[in-house]
């Protein structure tokens, strides 16, 4: 436990100490005082933490983490926020810091008393290290200091124009953080297997084992249909009248079904064979042994291409090119179940949820807003505050006689009970398109009645088209929630072919979970259309917020 405790102490010195150092060289280059007194305490902080076990172990970013109950927690937060203030008061000279500073030290004393009484006040410590070569500290510590260097130069020269382009400087580098996890799930999408973990941490360049064409005279892979469907299969054996008993290979789909077929019905193809290297040479691997031995035929040199030899799997290394393996994609789609057409079925019942659902919303929701905002009867302020009622009731609450009723209708199992109800018009979409709709000159209403537009012609000649901006971003909202709609098909759905994507993603993560690249390639596939729309009517988002209903006018 000392020991443990001894690391703890380092590493958190540890961290103090550079957090300081690249303090003082901000406030060098802000001009600012305090400058020796944080470079001075980061320094001795470091020479500090040098002594412990955190560093004995080789160059590295030593880790820890305290396993304790809540009580302990806080008082560890409290006391850390104390003994920033009280550092930061050293450094600046303030009292009201030092104040906070005590502050935070009381609320730490208290937190401990109750983490002294409770009985489950044990402490476990965890620690690690992130092990790092000397050019891999050194580029680490070079961009640590040029990002200080940027930021505090961006302040201390800012000016008007300077903060535009601070703001925009911020906004990119938001986007690319953010935009991280997608550029893993599209790279990872081109993986293969062995590029999913490494040693050296996550792989960003793929690559792809290099292959050649060979027909294999003694297990030939062969092609041809099985119920309507394509295959590629190898032979298991053969009946007494000389018919193939064959193995399904692909799709993974229909993978180990076995059949009996003519031999007239498949033709021989050529599969594709990996390329590996050893001392002084490299070829194709032509056959496995059931002992794992690889018989390989030899490509380089070449006063040995064509011969064959025996070599155990640690004697050879695959040879691969930095590349993108497409055939995720396609054995991605090949994963799905036959009766779904590759997933097309899906995708044609989400486009059916799609389209009648934003259709659905803008038609009731834009008559409903039209109607609280343009026309005048009886109640119609009581109505409108009873509809924007509505939205503080819970999804779960109206679930169960949602249900009920659509099973009295006998809408179980189909569509309907997901794209009928957007027909009639949802609060907030409502409340929505009446703020813009409030917002356009009664003088346009009138010149339409002057020229004998009836109301609903108005509404749909002069009215609607004002509102186009907050059209957009409604039916936008509306398709993304179709699109990923998942709960909804889940509860009224029971047929797999009636399911839309949001399914068919859940289903193929719980049977391909362990192959990530086909998982990724899947996933991208699915929020492609999610993307497009985003990036054709991204302005529109920006329109329907910025614009009134006069449509910037």
């Known amino acids: 436990m000392t020991t443990n405790l001894v690391f703890a102490v380092g590493t958190l010195a540890a961290w103090a100490g550079a957090a300081l150092l690249l303090r003082a060289l901000t406030l060098a ?50 006391a850390v926020l104390s003994i920033v203030r009280l550092t930061q008061a050293a450094i600046d000279r303030s009292q009201r810091r030092l104040l906070e500073s005590a502050g ?24 690690g290290r992130i092990g790092l070569s000397l050019p891999g500290a050194i580029s680490l510590l070079a961009f640590a200091v040029a990002a200080v260097g940027v930021m505090a130069t ?46 050296h941490g996550l792989v960003w360049i793929p690559k792809v084992q290099r292959t050649v064409p060979f027909f294999d005279p003694n297990d030939p892979l062969l092609e041809g249909t099985y119920q309507g469907n394509w295959v590629q299969a190898t032979i298991s054996g053969r009946t007494s009248d000389g018919s193939y008993i064959v193995e399904v290979q692909r799709p993974s789909s229909l993978r180990g079904v076995s059949f009996t077929a003519s031999p007239r019905s498949f033709r021989i193809v050529k ?45 050879l290394d695959p040879v691969r090119d930095a590349g993108l393996r497409t055939q995720n994609y396609t054995d991605a789609l090949e994963a799905m ?9 899906y995708l044609k019942n ?25 026309l005048r009867f009886p109640g119609r302020d009581v109505l409108f505050k009873i509809l924007l009622a509505t939205m503080m009731l819970p ?77 957009a971003v409604v039916a936008i909202w509306t398709f993304m929630g179709a699109w990923n709609n998942f709960m909804g098909p889940l509860l009224y759905v029971n047929t797999p072919e009636n399911m839309p994507l949001s399914y068919a993603l859940q289903l193929f993560q ?3 979970g362990g192959e990530p690249g086909l998982m990724m390639a899947f996933a991208t596939l699915t929020i492609l259309p999610v993307l497009a729309l985003f990036f054709f009517a991204q302005r529109y988002f920006i329109e329907g917020v910025t614009l009134s209903g006069l449509g910037g006018r």
């Open 350 to 374: 989400t486009l059916v949820l799609v389209v009648l659902s934003v259709l659905g919303t803008l038609l009731s929701s834009s008559l409903v807003a039209y109607g609280f905002a343009r």
């Open 104 to 127: 935070w030290l009381g609320g730490a004393c208290l937190f401990a008393i109750l983490f002294r009484i409770d009985p489950a006040n044990s402490i476990s410590i965890l620690q």
């Open 510 to 512: 719980s049977e391909r």
């Open 29 to 78: 280059l802000l001009r600012k005082p305090g400058v020796p007194m944080a470079a001075g305490i980061g320094g001795v902080l470091l020479l500090v933490s040098a002594t412990t076990p955190a560093f004995r172990q080789g160059l590295g970013i030593p880790l820890v983490w305290l396993v304790m109950p809540f009580a302990g927690w806080a008082a560890l937060l409290l």
């Open 395 to 471: 999804g779960t609450v109206t679930l169960l006689p949602q249900f009920l009723l659509f099973r009295e209708l006998g809408w179980i199992d189909t569509l309907y009970p997901i794209w009928v109800p957007t027909f009639f018009a949802g609060a907030f979409n409502v409340f929505l398109l009446r703020q813009f709709f409030t917002q356009i000159p009664g003088e346009l209403e009138d010149a339409g009645k002057i020229d004998g537009a009836s109301v609903l012609g108005t509404f749909w000649r002069i009215m609607l088209p004002q509102v186009r901006p907050a059209l």
């Open 154 to 199: 961006v302040g201390r020269r800012l000016n008007k124009s300077g903060t535009k382009i601070a703001i925009h400087l911020t906004l990119l580098a938001g986007c690319v953080v953010f935009g991280m996890p997608f550029a893993w799930l599209l790279i990872t999408s081109f993986k293969e297997d062995r590029d999913m973990s490494n040693a």
């Open 337 to 345: 179940p036959p009766e779904t057409n590759h997933g097309l079925v």
């Open 271 to 315: 599969k594709d064979a990996p390329v590996v290297m050893g001392k002084g040479f490299t070829g194709f691997v032509v056959h496995e042994v059931d002992d794992g031995r690889r018989v390989v035929r030899f490509l380089t040199p070449p006063n040995k291409a064509g011969q064959e030899k025996v070599f155990l799997p640690s004697e």
